[in-house]
């Protein structure tokens, strides 16, 4: 079983990093993940945590990415106030019903002693009206653009943050529900319905494909049911990804917002006929949830695998040193293959590649950046650079394909030069098999008993149902809602991309007009 | 007076974008600077402004740049939360004492309805422990430093964040003195004083080069006075510049910590002899304040002139569209014009150009760049584009130059070849002309009589003085401080990079140890 060009021992021997498998406690296996991974851990202040490096540096790969299709889409930054004024959210009937229950509430503005040795809030400096955390930024935004739109000639008014924003969280769970977290929201501002519309979907759209390409995680572009809708929108959209438990995570949405929120904080324009009109506006967001997705889409028993496109070091270069006078030459060669893999371009950009000169064994490294799931990893020994080799470790591979699980040895120039194709086809690997999972556990049914007994079959981590529906509302949806909730499920969304419907509605038995995803949820 | 070439007006004709000139009141042509230029706005929450896309664009440059050098000095971008408890301020009582004052203080986590239509904070959501938005973040990245080292392998230990923090602030100003506003802070543990003071010397001196290279900001690096020094300290160091009022603006600071943080927080290690040891800890940062730094410097009576290393646009071309078939042809020139441009490199990143189509005229749309100080201005009009022309208007010179003030034609291959040595030299020019009116404004004095004379004659905006000084400490240092304080002058800093000294203090006659500036201050 020795690979006998490394002649090193099949990384199998030492089998998966982890203490807890996907298979036997996905809850528990997820922690362990971010903790081993060194992604993110409590902070001792409740609901927030602490964002390693690891963690956010692919955070910030997520976010450079995201950012240029947003800039590339003529929608322009700006940064808008962390506090909105308590009366602010009165503005806005419906948005207040929805949202302004659990948030942090900001009543003074100073700390005095209490002649005790403690400090405590000052009496002296209460606020005449309380500010909010921000929850999300509709209110304030909207107030902004009610200054900044005066005429049709201001409109398509295209606005993004990048911000943190706080939602009082009673149960957390790092990164798919912080107290705070970190996001951005886009907020546009149209003249009419077609144009808000339009945004909406090419958010939508955008999202998707970032999911996709950037995060290689396949997902459902979709409506969201009537009561899944965000407060005050006239259309919620979202993208669906379904993690390896069966479960639904949300990763990201997108809101029609009608003219609601425009009569709420006078957001008027005067048309080319000089009449005053409301404008229809949009918000769509993203946020470190994603992360969640991304490690649940593609952790395995050994950690964590990081899409090359969003990984910090997408190749990690691990000199087997030994304290001896050779190190040198050893590092020499490491320093050249790095230089030449810098000056490599994967997806555009420049390789990213580290050399891990750290003192510790080489072999006790691999397994640090096994578990936080760099791409490849390179091990050279004295051996690999006398002969201008290199040994190789896909971490997409290191069990899925027992043939190739192992380390694999070039000559140094190969592997330089074929490094980019290497990271792309880990990208693709990474998607083909979320996906290919993601549809192997996606199932067809046409009545709801089907879905009762698919749900009740003896399966730990069923999947989702398709189904066709009739759209009902009112009492009728609210039924619906009701009987799905007794087995723990919910309507995902509507996918725009679907067959054509054919029979009834599961629920009401009414001829169906579209698709509905149903399953457990994040 | 007409450019012969380009056939255009002097731009002299229409004198000055603005209505305020900084000679007549420097505060009011500040603040419509930035109106004018639209960089910022007050929101309607009290001390928070609106970043708008030409100031936060800015900022996004200045972010990116400062990024990269923070990454190569090893130090790793992280996320701490916005919240912290109460009582993690009072483990470090001096610097309660400094700091915990004026602070946004969170006590409740829910509103409701108070039964007469308007929300206010739920009694029954009381926190039991206050939580305070941070003001800086020493007291939470030291708990997490307390967990993250535990040997000498652990250090030093590099971390820097980007986030919004929040100081109460009574009387505020854009930019430079907002309640909420957007900065990075760095946070390192070392083993002993001398890596951490080597660690607070390298901020230092990355600030230094920062400003003057990216921001063409001449500053002065130095250390400040005890009195001045950040709440908790041993040693604090700043960057200071001079505004074109004559008044300082501290611009960047970076502090030796000491073990007291390290004590309070309990950041320790084990030494390679097995003994527990405290950490010396740094942290150093620099705020959207710098924007305020960038439009003091090197904003005219016309409005902004941007340093094109942080230029969101380096290069706007107008077409001087006419409504007309021929339009299309212009536009195409001028798409063309684009391409070429975005293909060079300045300062080691494609030239960023913006093809401005909006409907409006090219002189009108003209003194709107003018104003956001975009360094090159192109205006492409029919006859250009027949003869392979552009029309450049270059904003340092609009007015610096008379001879150059106007626009020049030059053939559209030539402009491209040499664009990026053309915003190389403006970023130098900027630099130039600030670092010659900085050192023209200092003046040199040998005892305290001449400091009350410079600063009482009657000049609007005197500069600085560089005197020498003694370095008293307690109650001789309190009698400067308040001496000065009469004067409304505050000790800027004592430079790391000056002359030696040869006479005696100005305050106390006692043999000079040090030169120190002198000057008002924002």
């Known amino acids: 079983m020795h690979n006998t060009f490394t002649g090193r021992a099949p990384v199998s021997a030492i089998r998966h990093a982890l203490s807890t498998k996907r298979e036997d406690d996905f809850a528990q296996w997820y922690q362990e993940v971010i903790a081993e991974a060194e992604m993110a851990e409590e902070s ?66 100073r700390l005095i002693g209490d002649g005790e040795g403690r400090l405590v809030p000052d009496p002296e400096a209460k606020l005449e009206e309380p500010l909010i955390v921000r929850p999300t930024s509709e209110t304030v935004i909207g107030a902004a653009m009610s200054r900044w739109i005066q005429s049709w000639r201001d409109l398509p008014l295209l606005t993004n943050q990048w911000a943190n924003v706080v939602r009082w969280e009673m149960r957390t769970r790092m990164f798919l529900r912080t107290s705070e977290f970190l996001w951005q929201e886009g907020h546009t501002a149209h003249a009419d319905r077609e144009g808000a519309m339009e945004e909406t979907l090419r958010a939508l759209e955008m999202y998707r494909d970032f999911a996709e390409t950037e995060l290689a995680m396949p997902v459902i572009a979709g409506e969201k049911p009537e009561n899944e809708r965000f407060p005050g929108a006239v259309a919620t959209y979202s993208i669906e990804a379904m993690m390896q438990d069966g479960k639904a995570l949300q990763a990201g949405t997108s809101h029609y917002l009608g003219t609601g929120f425009a009569h709420a904080a006078g957001i008027q324009y005067q048309d080319s006929e000089g009449a005053q009109q409301y404008c229809h506006t949009t918000s769509w967001g993203t946020s470190t949830r994603m992360i969640g997705g991304l490690i649940m889409t593609h952790g395995d028993d050994d950690g964590l695998r990081v899409p090359p496109m969003v990984a910090p070091h997408q190749v990690v270069i691990l000199p087997m040193l030994r304290d001896k006078p050779e190190d040198a030459e050893l590092l020499a060669y490491c320093e050249d293959l790095r230089k030449a893999l810098v000056a490599q371009s994967a997806f555009g950009e420049p390789v990213r590649v580290l050399l891990d000169k750290r003192p510790a064994k080489a072999t006790q490294k691999r397994w640090g950046w096994v578990k936080k799931g760099v791409p490849l990893i390179l091990e050279i020994g004295g051996r690999d650079a006398a002969g201008g080799q290199v040994s190789m470790l896909r971490r997409d591979r290191l069990w899925n394909d027992a043939a190739k699980a192992n380390f694999v040895g070039l000559p140094k120039a190969e592997f330089v030069s074929r490094a980019a194709a290497e990271l792309e086809e880990i990208q693709s690997a990474l998607y083909a098999e979320a996906r290919e999972r993601r549809d192997a556990n996606i199932t067809r049914v046409s009545t709801f008993e089907e879905v009762e007994a698919f749900f009740a079959q003896d399966k730990r981590y069923p999947g989702w149902v398709e189904a066709e529906w009739s759209r009902p509302t009112g009492e009728d949806l609210e039924a619906v809602v009701q009987k799905l909730k007794a087995l723990k499920l919910t309507m995902r969304n509507t996918p725009l991309d679907a067959d054509p419907v054919a029979g009834d509605c599961i629920f009401t038995r009414r001829p169906a007009v579209e698709r509905i995803y149903i399953a457990r949820a994040y």
Not at 77 to 91: E, G, R, T
Request: overall charge positive.
């Open 44 to 109: 001792g202040v409740r609901g927030c945590m602490v964002i390693k490096p690891w963690g956010y540096g692919i955070w910030e790969r997520m976010q450079r990415r995201m950012d240029d299709r947003i800039k590339a889409a003529g929608v322009e930054n700006c940064y808008f106030p962390l506090f909105i004024p308590l009366s602010y959210f009165a503005k806005e009937a419906e948005h207040v019903e929805g949202f302004a229950k659990e948030m942090a509430v900001v009543t003074h503005h």
